[in-house]
């Protein structure tokens, strides 16, 4: 096992209950439990809040933390953030599009991304008008994103002596809130950097997956960063504890270079309808092992070029695990 500091109680750091029950044996040896109230999982015995700080160095932003990534690793995950956005196939340009069909017009906006990683969505905010403003816990990451975006981007962690007195119309977290163990705290604070009426978009794994696969699920044979799992119930339920009314929710699909709308809306698709549908969809065997050995650039290069928007494969949702999508409100 393990070792781990615990923080808490072991209650859910959604909705405080104290019923669980076991979901998974993580590859890297942590229990996931599973909060018999809200849905939501969460570490049995969570990291301290330092050790999660830990994860964070140059290392993690290579998308092989979990191998001890590199130097070149890291310049390959900046290189091809900036592939997807060249070819307009980065994940964050379906996000944007998402909060558009459903009232966020973008041009205007003051936008806060938190965790803004390399800064993709940042530079994608900016083609649509709005103006953002970023922040992450990582140095490196924020000196990158503020040289390619061109806009203001804080190092560390909300709250930021640099944010104070600000406030924003869209606050964005993506792939953020399963990283962070206290998430009420951290939704609290960002309500507050909210205009009144203004949103926020979450975008974190669907824990569906999860509880359907088990110890298997590619969530929890990698990504040992996560210390909370959400299903979109659990979501709207932190959403909802936070003073932020959820607005819309749906599940996407992601593959290696594009994020592809799988069961927006259609809660009667089943998983093994998924399945199927994704199959059938899939690339040649052959080439599917050629793209997961080649170098992560080769592969955003090939992909990019020779697959328009929605058409990437989505073969194993182990691989390409599915995501949830949440915009909510502040109110009043
Ligand atoms: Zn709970």
Redesign the pocket.
């Known amino acids: 096992m393990v070792e781990a500091v615990t923080t808490m109680n072991g ?7 104290m019923e ?1 029950k076991h979901l998974a044996e993580r590859r890297d040896g942590h229990d996931v439990v599973l ?6 999982g ?1 570490l049995r015995r969570m990291p301290s809040v330092d050790e999660i700080a830990s994860y964070y160095d140059s290392a993690y932003f290579d998308g092989r933390r979990d191998d001890l990534g590199t130097y070149e690793g890291l310049v390959s995950h900046f290189m091809s953030e900036r592939l997807r956005v060249r070819y307009s196939q980065h994940p964050s340009s379906y996000h944007l599009n998402w909060i558009g069909r459903h009232g966020i017009h973008l041009a205007g906006c003051d936008v806060l991304d938190i965790g803004t990683g390399a800064g993709a969505l940042l530079v994608l905010l900016s083609q649509h008008g709005a103006r953002p403003e970023g922040i992450d816990v990582s140095p490196v990451a924020a000196r990158y994103a503020h040289d390619w975006a061109g806009c203001g981007v804080h190092a560390g962690a909300l709250p930021h002596a640099g944010l104070e007195g600000k406030t924003f119309d869209l606050i964005t977290a993506i792939d953020l809130i399963e990283h962070v163990s206290d998430p009420g705290s951290l939704l609290r604070h960002a309500r507050t950097l909210l205009r009144p009426g203004g949103h926020l978009l979450l975008v974190t794994p669907n824990l569906n997956l999860g509880i359907r696969h088990g110890s298997r699920w590619y969530g929890f044979t990698s990504h040992f960063d996560h210390v909370v799992y959400y299903t979109p119930q ?1 979501l709207e ?1 932190l959403a909802a504890r936070t003073g932020l009314a959820p607005r819309a929710t749906s599940t996407v699909s992601v593959g290696t270079a594009i994020e592809r709308e799988v069961t927006v809306d259609k809660p009667e698709r089943s998983p093994a309808d998924l399945t199927r549908r994704t199959t059938a969809r899939s690339l040649p065997k052959r080439i599917m092992r050629a793209l997961l050995r080649a170098t992560p650039i080769a592969r955003m290069a090939y992909l990019a070029k020779h697959f328009p928007l929605r058409r990437l494969p989505v073969e194993d949702e182990g691989m390409y695990h599915h995501n949830i999508v949440m915009l909510a409100q502040r109110v009043d």
């Open positions: 209650e859910c750091p959604v909705c405080g209950g669980r909060c018999l109230g809200c849905g939501a969460y659990a339920e």
